[in-house]
């Protein structure tokens, strides 16, 4: 399939694809006629006891109609945008990234996530990984650099990898 849109995709400096406010997040049609969602779920169920309960949240990007059958680079940037737009709604905001298992690529999505957050601007961001390749389990959390409870979520998400 070819784009509808060719000026939009320059490679060097791709523009991020126009998204649509949903409850949970975004949602984007890309020039090859997929749409993705970009998902920011509530997560603070998880640790209800925290200080930054009601600011945890996972994130996923999905497509949900039509199939991706290759690279297109102003996917990444949209989804950096919606990283972006997030933190500005809520800077205090704790977002949680767990590697989906789908299609034995979750070394891939690590990889991925980890550029993403490079990209976003780690003079901004801390992130911290854990790895249990034995598991495949691959998570990453990031938030803010001033982010009055660093400390914490450091331990708390420590803790809940060594469960």
């Known amino acids: 399939m070819s784009p509808k849109n060719q000026p939009g995709l320059n490679s060097s400096n791709p523009s991020p694809y126009p998204m649509r406010n ?24 998880y640790i209800p006891e925290s200080s930054f309960v009601g600011t945890l ?19 990444e940037q ?10 500005e ?7 949680n990234y767990v590697c989906s298992l789908d299609d034995d ?7 991925l996530f980890h550029r993403w957050y490079l990209k976003a601007g780690t003079n901004h961001f801390v992130k911290f990984d854990q790895t249990d390749t034995e598991s495949r389990i691959f998570t990453s959390v990031i938030f803010s650099k001033n ?7 450091r331990r708390r998400f420590d803790r809940t990898f060594d469960k």
């Open 22 to 45: 949903v409850e949970d997040g975004f949602l984007f049609e890309t020039d090859f006629g997929i749409t993705y969602a970009i998902r920011f779920t509530d997560d603070s169920g």
């Open 57 to 75: 949240f996972s994130f996923s990007i999905t497509p949900i109609a039509g199939q991706v059958k290759q690279k297109d680079p102003r996917v």
């Open 78 to 87: 949209t989804v950096i945008k919606a990283i972006l737009l997030t933190f």
């Open 89 to 95: 709604a809520l800077p205090t905001a704790v977002i």
């Open 105 to 111: 690529q979750e070394v891939v999505r690590s990889r």
């Open 147 to 153: 982010h009055p409870a660093e400390e914490e979520i």
